[in-house]
């Protein structure tokens, strides 16, 4: 089964906040969520915490670049059960802007806990070009055998 991923839900909020909350949305069982967490401030702060949908969020790598006011965090968890809600970003400082998406993967590995066998590396690669930066790479997803 070839690995393919979905957005589940995705967002932004451009006033200074501490705490985003997404949308609701269904949580499907034995699938793998990734969350991507984008932050801008000066300096950059990071995510703290993301709660929601009966799931175990952990963050899996982080990264800051474009001179060090803006933050990338990459978190996954893993679903046992369908479920309902909204999940909730909370920032480690306030941000004057946050935005989020959140991808519901199917085809991976789902044996280990909280996805960890399912995203391969930490990966991630950044280029600047006149001032702005750009992600190269994503998280490798490992393919169910």
Known sequence: MA????????GQID???SVASTASFAFAANKLYTIAVGNGS???GSTSSITGGGLTWVQHTSRTFNNTTMNLDFWRAMSTAPATGSLTITMSKT?????WNCIEWVGMFTSSTNGFDAVASSNIITQSTNATSSILGTLPITAAA
Do not use: I, W
Request: charged content about 5%; some cysteine; hydrophobic content about 35%.
């Open 15 to 17: 006033t200074n906040t």
């Open 95 to 99: 941000c004057s802007r946050v935005n």
């Open 3 to 10: 690995v393919t991923g979905t957005v589940a839900v995705f």
């Open 42 to 44: 000066s300096p950059a």
